[in-house]
Protein backbone atom coordinates (compact mmCIF):
# COMPACT_ATOMS: atom_id res chain seq x y z
CA UNK A 1 0.00 0.00 0.00
CA UNK A 2 1.25 3.23 -0.55
CA UNK A 3 2.21 5.36 2.53
CA UNK A 4 3.99 9.23 3.45
CA UNK A 5 5.47 9.30 6.44
CA UNK A 6 6.70 12.80 7.78
CA UNK A 7 7.93 11.73 11.23
CA UNK A 8 8.50 15.82 12.71
CA UNK A 9 5.19 16.74 14.14
CA UNK A 10 6.46 20.05 14.94
CA UNK A 11 9.40 22.23 14.16
CA UNK A 12 10.56 25.52 16.16
CA UNK A 13 13.39 27.43 14.57
CA UNK A 14 14.43 30.88 15.09
CA UNK A 15 14.35 33.30 11.33
CA UNK A 16 16.83 33.31 9.42
CA UNK A 17 18.00 29.44 10.39
CA UNK A 18 18.06 26.84 7.86
CA UNK A 19 15.44 23.75 8.57
CA UNK A 20 14.65 20.79 6.40
CA UNK A 21 11.70 18.92 6.70
CA UNK A 22 11.53 15.09 6.33
CA UNK A 23 9.31 13.02 3.88
CA UNK A 24 9.76 9.19 3.61
CA UNK A 25 7.19 7.37 1.09
CA UNK A 26 6.08 3.53 0.11
CA UNK A 27 4.88 2.48 -2.98
CA UNK A 28 5.26 -0.62 -5.06
CA UNK A 29 4.93 1.63 -8.21
CA UNK A 30 7.81 2.46 -10.45
CA UNK A 31 6.59 5.31 -11.57
CA UNK A 32 5.12 8.11 -9.30
CA UNK A 33 4.49 11.37 -8.38
CA UNK A 34 5.94 13.37 -5.12
CA UNK A 35 4.14 16.74 -3.93
CA UNK A 36 5.10 19.46 -1.16
CA UNK A 37 2.44 21.61 -0.53
CA UNK A 38 2.05 24.81 1.99
CA UNK A 39 -0.91 25.37 4.80
CA UNK A 40 -0.33 28.69 6.07
CA UNK A 41 -2.35 29.28 8.92
CA UNK A 42 -5.54 31.43 7.13
CA UNK A 43 -6.25 27.25 5.48
CA UNK A 44 -5.75 27.07 2.61
CA UNK A 45 -3.42 24.50 0.70
CA UNK A 46 -0.76 26.20 -1.61
CA UNK A 47 0.80 23.46 -4.39
CA UNK A 48 4.74 23.89 -3.95
CA UNK A 49 6.42 21.74 -5.90
CA UNK A 50 5.92 18.11 -7.98
CA UNK A 51 8.46 15.77 -8.83
CA UNK A 52 8.53 12.28 -11.05
CA UNK A 53 9.92 9.17 -10.41
CA UNK A 54 12.06 9.35 -13.01
CA UNK A 55 13.77 12.61 -12.70
CA UNK A 56 16.29 12.47 -9.59
CA UNK A 57 17.90 15.66 -9.83
CA UNK A 58 17.55 18.61 -6.92
CA UNK A 59 15.35 21.37 -7.30
CA UNK A 60 16.06 24.75 -6.15
CA UNK A 61 13.80 27.52 -5.72
CA UNK A 62 14.49 30.51 -4.29
CA UNK A 63 14.97 29.66 -0.41
CA UNK A 64 13.33 26.49 -1.26
CA UNK A 65 15.25 23.31 -2.03
CA UNK A 66 14.27 19.62 -2.25
CA UNK A 67 16.57 16.30 -2.32
CA UNK A 68 15.04 13.61 -4.19
CA UNK A 69 16.31 9.82 -2.89
CA UNK A 70 15.51 6.74 -4.25
CA UNK A 71 17.74 4.55 -2.44
CA UNK A 72 16.15 6.16 0.78
CA UNK A 73 12.90 6.48 -0.34
CA UNK A 74 12.52 10.05 0.52
CA UNK A 75 11.96 13.87 -0.58
CA UNK A 76 13.36 16.20 1.73
CA UNK A 77 12.29 19.87 2.03
CA UNK A 78 14.70 22.51 2.42
CA UNK A 79 14.18 25.99 3.88
CA UNK A 80 17.35 28.03 3.65
CA UNK A 81 17.45 31.74 5.76
CA UNK A 82 13.86 30.47 7.13
CA UNK A 83 11.24 33.96 7.66
CA UNK A 84 8.55 34.37 9.89
CA UNK A 85 6.13 33.79 7.33
CA UNK A 86 7.50 30.27 6.84
CA UNK A 87 5.39 29.29 9.30
CA UNK A 88 2.79 27.01 8.10
CA UNK A 89 2.17 23.18 8.24
CA UNK A 90 3.79 21.48 5.20
CA UNK A 91 2.59 18.11 3.40
CA UNK A 92 4.15 15.90 1.60
CA UNK A 93 2.09 13.74 -1.10
CA UNK A 94 1.93 10.85 -3.46
CA UNK A 95 0.35 9.87 -6.40
CA UNK A 96 -0.13 6.73 -8.37
CA UNK A 97 -0.14 7.35 -12.28
CA UNK A 98 -3.13 7.85 -14.03
CA UNK A 99 -4.71 6.03 -17.06
CA UNK A 100 -3.51 8.67 -19.11
CA UNK A 101 -0.10 8.77 -17.60
CA UNK A 102 -0.66 12.08 -15.36
CA UNK A 103 -0.66 12.22 -11.88
CA UNK A 104 -4.20 13.27 -11.29
CA UNK A 105 -5.35 10.02 -9.30
CA UNK A 106 -5.80 10.61 -5.28
CA UNK A 107 -2.93 12.32 -3.80
CA UNK A 108 -2.05 10.60 -0.44
CA UNK A 109 -0.94 12.90 1.92
CA UNK A 110 1.37 12.51 5.06
CA UNK A 111 0.43 14.07 8.54
CA UNK A 112 2.34 17.07 7.91
CA UNK A 113 5.16 18.76 9.95
CA UNK A 114 4.05 22.49 11.82
CA UNK A 115 7.03 24.66 10.98
CA UNK A 116 7.10 28.04 13.50
CA UNK A 117 9.39 30.39 12.43
CA UNK A 118 10.35 33.01 16.00
CA UNK A 119 11.67 36.69 14.83
CA UNK B 1 -8.29 34.17 -12.72
CA UNK B 2 -10.21 33.05 -10.24
CA UNK B 3 -9.49 29.95 -7.88
CA UNK B 4 -11.44 27.15 -6.90
CA UNK B 5 -14.43 28.02 -4.91
CA UNK B 6 -15.93 26.26 -2.52
CA UNK B 7 -19.84 27.08 -0.66
CA UNK B 8 -20.68 27.01 1.66
CA UNK B 9 -17.24 28.10 4.23
CA UNK B 10 -18.78 26.97 7.04
CA UNK B 11 -21.90 24.84 7.86
CA UNK B 12 -23.07 23.44 11.34
CA UNK B 13 -25.95 21.11 11.31
CA UNK B 14 -27.80 18.60 13.23
CA UNK B 15 -27.24 15.21 13.23
CA UNK B 16 -29.31 13.71 10.66
CA UNK B 17 -30.36 16.28 8.70
CA UNK B 18 -28.92 16.40 5.35
CA UNK B 19 -25.97 18.87 3.82
CA UNK B 20 -25.25 19.86 0.16
CA UNK B 21 -21.21 21.10 -0.37
CA UNK B 22 -20.56 22.85 -3.95
CA UNK B 23 -17.21 23.18 -5.55
CA UNK B 24 -17.00 25.24 -8.57
CA UNK B 25 -13.02 24.59 -10.04
CA UNK B 26 -11.18 26.73 -12.21
CA UNK B 27 -12.58 27.14 -15.75
CA UNK B 28 -11.41 24.57 -18.07
CA UNK B 29 -10.03 22.30 -15.46
CA UNK B 30 -11.22 19.23 -16.79
CA UNK B 31 -10.48 16.92 -13.13
CA UNK B 32 -12.18 17.31 -10.10
CA UNK B 33 -11.24 15.94 -6.66
CA UNK B 34 -12.89 15.98 -2.90
CA UNK B 35 -10.73 15.52 0.18
CA UNK B 36 -11.47 15.48 3.80
CA UNK B 37 -9.19 16.81 6.14
CA UNK B 38 -9.64 16.25 10.12
CA UNK B 39 -8.08 18.25 12.47
CA UNK B 40 -4.10 17.95 12.65
CA UNK B 41 -4.02 15.29 9.69
CA UNK B 42 -4.09 15.56 6.24
CA UNK B 43 -6.50 16.04 3.58
CA UNK B 44 -7.70 11.70 2.37
CA UNK B 45 -8.71 11.54 -1.05
CA UNK B 46 -13.30 10.97 -1.20
CA UNK B 47 -13.77 10.28 -4.80
CA UNK B 48 -12.85 12.01 -8.36
CA UNK B 49 -14.34 13.23 -11.70
CA UNK B 50 -12.89 13.62 -15.33
CA UNK B 51 -15.81 16.08 -17.03
CA UNK B 52 -18.76 14.13 -15.75
CA UNK B 53 -17.83 10.95 -15.06
CA UNK B 54 -17.11 9.88 -11.64
CA UNK B 55 -13.60 8.19 -11.76
CA UNK B 56 -13.03 6.44 -8.29
CA UNK B 57 -15.00 7.27 -5.41
CA UNK B 58 -13.07 4.61 -3.46
CA UNK B 59 -12.44 6.97 -0.73
CA UNK B 60 -16.44 7.66 0.12
CA UNK B 61 -16.45 5.88 3.78
CA UNK B 62 -19.92 4.88 3.06
CA UNK B 63 -23.31 5.04 1.18
CA UNK B 64 -24.44 8.25 2.97
CA UNK B 65 -21.77 10.34 1.06
CA UNK B 66 -22.61 10.58 -2.38
CA UNK B 67 -20.87 13.32 -5.42
CA UNK B 68 -21.86 14.30 -8.90
CA UNK B 69 -20.65 16.67 -11.59
CA UNK B 70 -23.74 16.53 -13.66
CA UNK B 71 -22.17 19.15 -16.18
CA UNK B 72 -18.39 18.38 -15.64
CA UNK B 73 -17.75 21.71 -13.57
CA UNK B 74 -19.71 22.40 -10.78
CA UNK B 75 -19.66 19.13 -8.54
CA UNK B 76 -21.90 18.85 -5.00
CA UNK B 77 -21.17 16.28 -2.95
CA UNK B 78 -24.14 15.14 -0.38
CA UNK B 79 -23.89 14.22 3.02
CA UNK B 80 -26.94 11.99 4.23
CA UNK B 81 -28.61 11.89 8.21
CA UNK B 82 -25.15 13.04 9.07
CA UNK B 83 -23.24 12.25 12.02
CA UNK B 84 -20.82 13.94 14.44
CA UNK B 85 -17.97 11.73 13.37
CA UNK B 86 -18.89 13.55 9.86
CA UNK B 87 -17.52 16.84 11.08
CA UNK B 88 -14.39 17.90 9.41
CA UNK B 89 -12.95 20.26 6.46
CA UNK B 90 -13.96 19.34 3.07
CA UNK B 91 -12.12 20.32 0.01
CA UNK B 92 -12.10 20.21 -3.24
CA UNK B 93 -9.17 20.52 -5.88
CA UNK B 94 -9.06 21.05 -9.57
CA UNK B 95 -6.62 19.95 -12.29
CA UNK B 96 -6.07 21.46 -15.58
CA UNK B 97 -6.81 17.95 -17.74
CA UNK B 98 -5.69 14.38 -17.12
CA UNK B 99 -2.31 14.45 -18.30
CA UNK B 100 -1.66 17.29 -16.26
CA UNK B 101 -0.25 17.04 -12.28
CA UNK B 102 -0.75 20.18 -9.65
CA UNK B 103 -4.31 19.75 -8.23
CA UNK B 104 -5.43 23.25 -6.89
CA UNK B 105 -7.53 23.17 -3.73
CA UNK B 106 -10.41 25.21 -2.80
CA UNK B 107 -10.47 26.88 0.98
CA UNK B 108 -12.37 23.81 2.05
CA UNK B 109 -15.99 24.14 3.89
CA UNK B 110 -16.04 23.21 7.13
CA UNK B 111 -18.81 21.27 8.49
CA UNK B 112 -19.81 20.60 11.85
CA UNK B 113 -22.60 18.29 12.86
CA UNK B 114 -23.92 18.66 16.27
Known amino acids: AQKVTQAQTEISVVEKEDVTLDCVYE???????LFWYKQPPSGELVFLIRRNSFDEQNEISGRYSWNFQKSTSSFNFTITASQVVDSAVYFC????????????????FGTGTLLAVQP | GAGVSQSPRYKVTKRGQDVALRCDPI?????LYWYRQALGQGPEFLTYFNYEAQQDKSGLPNDRFSAERPEGSISTLTIQRTEQRDSAMYRC????????????FGPGTRLTVT
Open chain 1, 27 to 33: TRDTTYY
Open chain 2, 93 to 104: ASSFEQGSYEQY
Open chain 2, 27 to 31: SGHVS
Open chain 1, 93 to 108: ALSEVGNYGGATNKLI
